[in-house]
């Protein structure tokens, strides 16, 4: 008999609410703004470079993706960019940050039927005040019996948390759209995960392959086929 | 009788390691950068006014305030400021992240000989990440049963943390250089607080009056003083 599950994790951006299309909308006017210097291809390149050079030291999150762009603007002008376009850069940083919280349909509905037979808990990483405001703004957050925002989503930050709510991993499953930083981790800590992909995964967020036959995992297309699935999950746990 | 003193709540920047030194600096240097468009005065003047514009949007730490800074030396320069001058400002960003943390004096002897026999607990404000870095550099993580970073440091914030871990207010004590931050939500929740101001407070944590008469409030003068006083406060709790 395996352990019934008791306990649903989810992460936020891309699986409960957009957050990629305000980057996708971000980096469209970026490689517009340095069109006359470069094309789009390399500034891609060269903001990602950048962006991973600076990842250890500035972490998730709009602020340090600003100031990554507007280093890499610097450097691809070689220094001609104008005060003005760098100020445009920061007015996009504080136009992403205040954007309103657009849910993926259904969200709300599938929460309130989960909520009413499993704990729920949000495991979101990136920048600590972003990702509570986006949680309250999201209307959502009396469905979850605990949130909490790390800053980077290893097996150890799993394992963290469920420690600190007194969860078995066995007990867990863990939704999300990144099978890196969702799904890889809390398999290999030994609960369930279920991957819901989003149209747009971050370069840094993808992996080699998806872990189509580990006995754990699940995929589905969107999130309202969540309560079907956890119902089959949680029957064939206690079998 | 009153409850006995079980947990003492350490604050981390400018209580157990140096932090606004590094802003000091920062400043130094910043007004230095724009002092051949205005006086040192008018520069810090207009950059606290912009960091106060932003709080809501940007939190505190050091990536929100180095946005703060560019923004400013536009506005400050009409639009003159040299894209290297930037790039300078965002240096700087990087060399206060990245910078070794220096603790206090006698600090880790203070906190081996609490945690022998309190509970302790750090609870810190800033920027998640930047947080979790300076209390691994710190070497002091193992002296804390619980670190805990915040956005904010209100009386709801800290009735959380205890929730959390399970402690009555009445049995807590909260160590910090900010009245505002440290002390004063503490007293409000009915906790008690011990201040140990810092050589520079920042602008943004200064209240008007410190306050001398409540119970609950005490001064020391530095951390070397807090066990013989935390043993007075813990003896006087269970008179």
Chains 1, 2 share one sequence.
Not at 132 to 137: L, M
Request: hydrophobic fraction near 35%; include cysteine.
């Amino acid at each position: 008999m395996k352990s019934p599950i008791t306990t649903i994790g989810f992460d936020a951006d891309d699986t409960l609410w957009h957050n990629e299309n305000l980057f996708e909308d971000h980096h469209n006017k970026y490689c517009q703004l340095l069109s006359e210097y470069h094309d789009a291809e390399t500034v891609e390149k060269v903001l990602y470079e950048t962006e991973m050079r600076n990842l250890e030291l500035f972490g998730y999150g709009i602020k340090g993706f600003t100031l990554s762009c507007i280093e890499t603007a610097i450097h691809l002008t070689q220094g001609e960019i104008k005060s003005e376009e760098i100020q445009r850069i920061i007015d996009h940083c504080r136009h992403m940050i205040s954007h309103p919280v657009e849910l993926f349909d259904d969200v709300e509905e599938v929460l309130r039927n989960l909520s009413s037979k499993f704990q729920l808990i949000l495991i979101t990483k990136g920048d600590l005040r972003d990702q509570e405001r986006k949680i309250a703004k999201s209307g959502l957050a009396a469905y979850f019996d605990h949130a909490e925002v790390v800053s980077e989503k290893t097996a150890e930050s799993y394992a963290r948390v469920l420690e600190r709510t007194r969860v078995p991993v066995k007990q867990f499953v863990m939704i999300g759209n990144s099978l890196k930083s969702d799904i890889l981790p809390v398999l290999n800590l030994g609960g369930h995960g279920i991957h819901i992909p989003y149209r747009i995964t971050w370069e840094h967020e993808r992996v080699d392959s998806t872990p189509h036959e580990h006995d754990n995992f699940y995929q589905i297309e969107s999130i309202s086929q969540l309560p079907d699935l956890i119902d089959v999950i949680a029957i064939d746990s206690i079998i």
